[in-house]
């Protein structure tokens, strides 16, 4: 009788553990899952990264180039501006 009830409850944690074995293995499975998913967001965010990388090198030259243009335009105003103040000033 007692040999009986040992091997029943014996089974029993045979069963809980296969299950609870099952239960790991699927948590592993979607934490691997999980994992991969978080992979493929961080490659999709390092690329995206890189392509705004490219774009601001593009928009610092486009930048600098439009910088020059204002400068050399506020120049050639200045030295219109002074001509004409030195022609107002020295030409009777």
């Not at 390092?46 to 601001?56: K, Y």
């Amino acid at each position: 009788m007692e040999t009986d009830d040992i091997l029943s409850r014996l089974d029993r944690q045979a069963s809980q553990i296969a299950s609870l074995r099952e239960d790991m293995d699927r948590h592993f499975q979607l934490t691997n899952q999980r994992f991969a998913q978080v992979d493929a967001r961080f490659d999709q965010i390092e690329r995206r990264l890189d392509q705004q990388d490219v774009v601001l090198k593009e928009l610092r030259t486009e930048l600098r180039y439009v910088t020059r243009w204002l400068f050399g335009a506020q120049c050639t105003i200045m030295i219109f501006l002074l001509g004409l103040a030195a022609k107002v000033i020295f030409v009777p």
